[in-house]
């Protein structure tokens, strides 16, 4: 691949992943492309926050499977929240994320969507010079996920139906729970299955349980872990 311009600026590069081996491994592909760039590394979302904060970098490279601060399992959710933060706080921030999760973004295409930096993806099992050109390309100010095919499938989730399914799929409420939870009525719970499971192609069928439907088809789509 030949480098472009961005190759020979001085800058500042955060690379986010809670595998040392991993994490190593990217820099050094990194520093023999970019050799003028000081390269800062994370391994927890916390920690990442606190690093971006005093140091600016111009670009991110992260795993979306990581732990929100150290000895808590690594889990995409807290790099799909920080990701969320970042794009809030730091609207014109460069990012790529490169992660076998990459399907868990459709849960923030509207925040991509709206983003003003470069926003690249690329998959774990790209080769370094495929990952090396999504690299370029953030820097360039570009948006590149064609790769992820849910993520241009027209699936529109909203924030509430998302919160749904958490409550009811990873911390095992009943609607009566989960309307509590969220301050509305029991019928709107069950209004916001019936808008989710729409969106999801998914309809009451003989001899199967819808609720289980929901979760296998949720789970496929990358919504929930």
């Not at 730091?90 to 509207?110: D, F, G, K």
Request: proline share 3%; charged share 25%.
């Amino acid at each position: 691949m030949e480098q472009t311009l961005t190759a020979n600026k001085l800058l500042n590069i955060l690379v986010i992943d809670d595998h040392e081996s991993v994490l190593g491994g990217t820099v050094t592909i990194l520093k023999n492309q970019y050799p003028q760039t000081r390269f800062i590394t994370a391994t927890t979302a916390d920690n990442a926050i606190n690093i971006i904060a005093k140091n600016q970098p111009e670009l991110i490279v992260m795993d979306l499977s990581i732990p929100q601060h150290t000895g808590i399992t690594a889990r995409p959710d807290h790099g799909i929240q920080l990701l969320k933060n970042l794009m809030k706080e730091y609207p014109e921030l460069n990012i790529v994320v490169q992660s076998a999760h990459v399907r868990t973004l459709i849960r923030i295409r509207l925040d991509i969507d709206n983003h003003k930096g470069g926003f690249t993806i690329a998959d774990k099992s790209l080769s370094t010079q495929e990952m090396l050109i999504r690299v370029d390309w953030a820097l360039q100010g570009l948006t590149h996920i064609k790769d992820i095919k849910t993520i241009h499938s027209g699936l529109e989730v909203k924030p509430e139906w998302l919160q749904v399914l958490n409550l009811a799929f990873e911390a095992g409420l009943q609607d009566k729970a989960i309307a509590e939870k969220m301050c509305v009525s029991e019928r709107m719970v069950r209004h916001y299955w019936s808008k989710l499971q729409d969106a999801l192609n998914v309809y009451p069928e003989a001899g199967k349980n819808i609720r289980i439907q929901t979760e296998k088809r949720a789970r496929e789509e990358g919504l929930i872990d």
